[in-house]
């Protein structure tokens, strides 16, 4: 049973591109979230998606950043016109329930994202 | 809002000696706690979780237990082996099924 993917693992832009960030969750799960986790720091939460429709996007800059999850294929988080403070690693995570008591999220890879 | 948190690092240990990591917590209500380890270059991989007062999660010779008197949940293991060296977190579901995380201890254990 594979676990939560995450691609690419490394991604290296130059200020101004667009970065990509791909994430399959587990199968069965239907909640994704994307957290952020900025050098030496823990992990800040940006988005919660289930399919077609983001719940939560409590954590999202305003500006530059969206996330979505279709109906087909992963979820994507992007960003546009990169900059150096958005270099980071990008965790996307997957539950299958919600609800405080149950929700045990499962973990990718993460993506490490540089700006140069 | 709801919050964690935990003991800063670096924590530095040898071999087999004894591991605390602080851990308390704010929330409204009473929900699950986790711990989650993360390995050099690694995703965050759950560790151990409670789900209710006075339950105690263990795993991998880890334990933790659910303390709503002091709305602490500390992570300790007996015994730590060099491949215990890794980033611990903290977390709890906050509203919105957001998970809050504290803000991680690094624990690097030498031979």
């Known amino acids: 049973n594979a676990g939560v993917m995450q691609n690419p693992r490394h991604l290296v832009r130059r200020r101004g591109q667009e970065a990509r960030l791909r994430c399959s969750p587990m199968k069965g799960h239907s909640h994704v979230y994307w957290y952020r986790q900025l050098p030496e720091e823990g992990l800040k939460f940006m988005v919660y998606l289930q399919k077609e429709n983001i719940i939560d996007e409590s954590g999202m800059p305003k500006e530059r950043f969206s996330a979505e999850f279709p109906k087909e294929g992963p979820s994507i988080l992007r960003i546009q016109q990169v900059v150096r403070g958005d270099s980071a690693a990008y965790f996307c995570a997957s539950s299958r329930l919600q609800g405080r008591r149950e929700n045990e999220q499962f973990f990718g890879p993460g993506t490490r994202l540089t700006v140069l | 809002g709801d919050s964690v948190t935990q003991m800063e690092g670096p924590v530095t240990l040898s071999e087999e000696a004894f591991l605390t990591i602080n851990c308390t917590y704010t929330?409204?209500?009473?929900?699950?706690l986790f711990w989650y380890v993360q390995y050099p270059g690694e995703g965050l991989q759950l560790l151990l979780k409670a789900t209710k007062a006075d339950d105690k999660g263990s795993n991998k010779g880890f334990e933790a237990t659910y303390r709503k008197e002091t709305t602490s949940f500390h992570l300790e293991k007996g015994s730590v082996q060099v491949s215990d060296s890794a980033v611990y977190f903290c977390?709890?579901?906050?509203?919105?099924?957001?998970?809050?995380f504290g803000g991680g201890t690094r624990v690097l254990v030498k031979p």
């Open positions: 929330a409204t209500g009473y929900p699950s």
């Open positions: 977390a709890l579901p906050a509203a919105g099924n957001k998970l809050t």
